[in-house]
Each structure stands twice: as structure tokens, then as C-alpha cells.
């Protein structure tokens, strides 16, 4: 089976400019979850989709949207990009999203870096 | 924010010795889990250890969680170059069954050869 796959691996910007970032989940997983990494801040969670709804988000201003499509797919947009959202984006997928028994499974994540 | 911490930040060991990580949290969890990075990609899971559980083992991996103090701990024994990678605890709180995961600092491993 393959892994989860994010797409695109780098990414440049600019303030103002937007961004979208793709995540395909291994197949048959319905859980997409998304999360931020910097070295200031850590591993931060975002948001989790799953059968095309978010089911939970973190603390992250409104810029921050996300979308779920019926083949599981994720995408996140950041909007009016900002310095402090230079990070590695990563994505995860489960196969329900059951936190007390399912292990996620992570991708390579997007290194975004904005200027 | 953060739902724990790990100690110590960064760890330098030579090939063949155990290397001992320690992971607090702050509330009731489900279950704990531990994840491996090499070089700011991607995360891979480790080993996952519930909350009615006090040990797992894994090959060359030793977990331990002890939740009336809210700790858990990962041992590698024998070390390899290869083991040199940031290593996280994550948790799932007990009042939430969905794919939150709430990460710790990490510690940063490094195995000389």
C-alpha cells in the first residue's frame, strides 16, 4: 500500500500571497488530520476531516480552512500568508480517526517558507 | 498548546548504549504514543501504549507509562547511527476519540558511531 503522499514537498511565498497544500491518505482511510510544525512552537494540530467534514479543529485564526473531497483527499489553504507561517506542514490519515486504538499514519509533510 | 514535556531536549550517546527518553502529560488520556523524525520529515510511528497498559516492548524499544504520575518512557537499547532522529510522545485525552494527537517538545537523539 502506499503512504500518505503530500503534495508539494517545498513551497515559497510571499506575504499576502495564499497557499494550498495537498494530502492524499493511504487508501481506505477516511481520517485526515493536519498539523504545523515550527521549531518555536512544535508540533501544533490544526485539524481533522473526516467522510468530508471537520470533525476538530485547533487554535488557529481563520485563515487556516481545510476541505475533505469524497475520495478522503485533504486539502488546507492559508490565506494572507504571514512570516510566522513559514513551517513543515505535515498531514496524517487513520482509518476512522478512533484516537483510543488507531495508529496515524504521517506524510513527508510541505515545507513552506514565506518571504 | 503543548500537552507535554520531554526530557532532556537532546541526548548524545555513542553507538551500543541505551538511550532513555521521558515524556510528562498534563490530563487523562487514552492512549500514548510515541514517533520518530529524521531531519524535519515526516513523523513514523513507534509504538503506542494504552492507558490500562504499563509496558510494551517493540524490538529494541521499551516503553513504560505510569499514569498516576503522568509519564511514559522510551528506552532504545543497543543503539545504532541510525536511531539519531527527534523522537515525540503524543497523546489522545481521555475525553476525545478522534485523530487529535497532542504532541510533546521532543527530544533530539544523536548516536555517535
Known amino acids: 500500500k502506499a503512504g500518505v503522499t503530500q503534495t508539494p514537498r517545498y513551497l515559497i511565498k510571499t506575504r499576502g500571497q495564499q497557499v494550498t497544500l495537498s494530502c492524499s491518505p493511504i487508501s481506505g482511510h477516511r481520517s485526515v488530520s493536519w498539523y504545523q510544525q515550527t521549531p518555536g512552537q512544535g508540533l501544533q494540530f490544526l485539524f481533522e476531516y473526516f467522510s468530508e467534514t471537520q470533525r476538530n479543529k485547533g487554535n488557529f485564526p481563520g485563515r487556516f480552512s481545510g476541505r475533505q473531497f469524497s475520495n478522503s483527499r485533504s486539502e488546507m489553504n492559508v490565506s494572507t500568508l504571514e512570516l510566522g507561517d513559514s513551517a513543515l506542514y505535515l498531514c496524517?490519515?487513520?482509518?476512522?480517526?478512533?484516537?483510543?486504538?488507531?495508529?496515524?499514519?504521517f506524510g513527508p509533510g510541505t515545507r513552506l517558507l514565506v518571504l | 498548546s503543548q500537552q507535554g514535556e520531554e526530557d532532556p531536549q537532546a541526548l548524545s550517546i555513542q553507538e551500543g548504549e541505551n538511550a532513555t527518553m521521558n515524556c510528562s502529560y498534563k490530563t487523562s488520556i487514552n492512549n500514548l504514543q510515541w514517533y520518530r523524525q529524521n531531519s524535519g520529515r515526516g513523523l513514523v510511528h513507534l509504538i503506542l501504549?494504552?492507558?490500562?497498559?504499563r509496558e510494551k516492548h517493540s524490538g529494541r524499544l521499551r516503553v513504560t507509562l505510569d499514569t498516576s504520575k503522568k509519564s511514559s518512557s522510551l528506552l532504545i537499547t543497543a543503539s545504532r547511527a541510525a536511531d539519531t532522529a527527534s523522537y515525540f510522545c503524543?497523546?489522545?485525552?481521555?475525553?476525545?476519540?478522534?485523530?487529535?494527537?497532542?504532541f510533546g517538545q521532543g527530544t533530539t537523539l544523536q548516536v555517535k558511531p
Open positions: 503524543a497523546t489522545v485525552p481521555l475525553s476525545s476519540n478522534t485523530g487529535k494527537l497532542i
Open positions: 501504549i494504552r492507558s490500562n497498559e
Open positions: 496524517a490519515s487513520s482509518l476512522e480517526g478512533r484516537g483510543t486504538s488507531e495508529t496515524q499514519y
